[in-house]
């Protein structure tokens, strides 16, 4: 009778399952979590930094005169005087310099939208001698300052009688070589293929540069808008140079004279510090988003 042979055992071969991680790997893992958990860490730490002048200037608007700049600092007021926010809207012309700095603010913010995307467009989609180098030029007047040549931009507005007018700032910055600049790359990548089929169905540039280019432009739109509204809005050495007529002052303008007049009332002076800011502020919450999309896709070329 023959002998039933045993079955043989499974060969050993010293690996750990393959559903199993590798310690290496879950070494690995935990040092990227480690750094992300650091980044996350470093980002909220610089965050704090950078919003902790803006929450001290808030804090204080809401102080008495003589709490704002006690030792230890007071992170909570005791008691809360909201009445700081009537009294600088009662002791200073609050009422014309908004008016005037937001009538500075959207005109000139509606003219750079207009003439930097206009200009755009003939950079990026249209074909004629010089363009390349023209465009530089244009561009390379960004690396000017302004300082260099303000005298002879003064002397020029007075001769035509825009000095001491709201018109000499629309005049200057009427035209802007960054918006240029940002609208012409962005327009770079939308594809040359939806301009070539309207000119086939007879639109005018005029027309692809209206319907076709600016709806699919919002995103730069909307980082140029914010960038030349808050520009313009905290913008003290042009009006302080071509606007001498208290009613023609800006906020920063007579938030100086004010700061001037009342230089023990700090509270105040923090309320109405926080009441410039605030547009500002409320822009860039609503409008983040349109901002960095913009940015993120203006260097990108179809």
């Known amino acids: 009778m023959a002998a039933v042979s045993a079955p043989a055992a499974p060969a050993a071969t010293g690996a750990p399952p393959s559903s199993a991680p590798r310690p290496a790997q879950r070494r690995a893992r935990r040092r990227r979590g480690a750094v992300r958990l650091l980044g996350y860490v470093v980002l909220v730490a610089a965050a704090a930094a950078i919003m902790l002048p803006f929450a001290w200037m808030v804090i204080s608007s809401l102080k008495e005169n003589n709490d704002v700049f006690t030792v230890p600092l007071e992170w909570i007021p005791d008691p809360v005087r909201w009445s700081n926010y009537v009294d600088i809207w ?6 014309t310099w908004v008016k005037n700095t937001l009538v500075l603010s959207v005109t000139v913010t ?5 003439t930097g995307s206009f200009a755009a467009y003939g950079f990026a989609k249209m074909r004629f001698p010089g363009r390349n180098v023209l465009f530089l030029v244009y561009v390379g007047t960004i690396a000017v300052p302004w300082q260099s040549y303000m005298i002879p931009q003064f002397v020029m507005l007075s001769d035509v009688g825009l000095s001491n007018t709201l018109w000499a700032i629309v005049a ?3 035209f802007s070589a960054f918006g240029v600049f940002l609208m012409k790359q962005y327009y770079e990548s939308i594809p040359e293929s939806l301009s070539e089929a309207a000119r086939i169905d007879g639109m005018s540039e005029y027309g692809i540069w209206w319907r076709i280019m600016l709806p699919l ?11 030349t509204f808050v520009n313009t809005w905290n913008d ?3 009006p302080l140079i071509y606007l001498r007529d208290p009613q023609l002052w800006t906020i920063q303008l007579g938030l100086k004279t004010f ?3 009342y230089n023990a009332e700090y509270a105040l002076i923090m309320a109405g510090s926080v009441l410039s800011v605030l547009p500002v502020a409320l822009i860039f919450l609503f409008g983040q988003r349109y901002f960095v999309q913009g940015i993120a896709t203006s260097g990108v070329k179809g």
């Open 90 to 95: 009662a002791k200073s012309d609050m009422v």
């Open 110 to 114: 509606a003219l750079q939208v207009t």
């Open 172 to 174: 200057l910055q009427t």
């Open 217 to 227: 432009s919002k995103p730069a739109i909307a980082s140029l808008v914010l960038l």
């Open 236 to 238: 003290y050495l042009g």
């Open 259 to 261: 700061i001037s007049q």
